[in-house]
């Protein structure tokens, strides 16, 4: 299914590193791209990690939304796209990503194109994306209801509280699944996000 790094292939497709040096050492591994990156050994990961993480991905959101407010669409897909090959697991395969507002047949976006079209819309091929990044979000704040650490991966789940321009504020459920890239950085390779329910 995901062609991720060999060394996790009986752990749900997961990647870890300690530092390039290292992964040098372990060999190299062909991802779905066709490029090759080092395979890096075990390193667990931290809650000081996934926390930098929830944040950096809370911070990029708010820069791409301040950068197309003040320069417009073109610089804000250039930084949304800087965002998705920084952030996310794109290089290493497959991401299973379910942003909130989406329809049908196009719920899951598994491709970097898909995540695009979600954040700052413009894809014909995603007529229905309007461009969540764009709304003019000014502030982020996670509250994790919990956070499962296994060695080298890691999944959070949790609340997170979106401030608009305006001062209106959106809250969504989100749970992330992270591993190590073969640089020993965090990627994202799970992110889904809905509404909370509210009884009729």
Known sequence: MFRYAR???VAACLVSATSPALAQSHGTHQHNHGS?????PYSPITMAEVEAAQQAWGNALVSISTEYDNKGFAAAK???ETVLDSAYGYNMGPVLFKPTLTLAPQTFRTTRDGALAYFV???SEYKNDTGFALKSWRSYKVQNAGVIITGNSAISMGNVSLTD???NVTTVDKTWGYVRDG???LRIVLH???LPYTAK
């Not at 090759?36 to 890096?40: G, K």
């Open 36 to 40: 090759s990156a080092h395979t890096a």
């Open 183 to 185: 640089e020993g950085k």
């Open 165 to 167: 321009s305006k001062g």
């Open 78 to 80: 250039k930084l949304a």
């Open 7 to 9: 060394s996790v292939a």
């Open 121 to 123: 819309g413009g894809n």
């Open 192 to 194: 889904h996000s809905s």
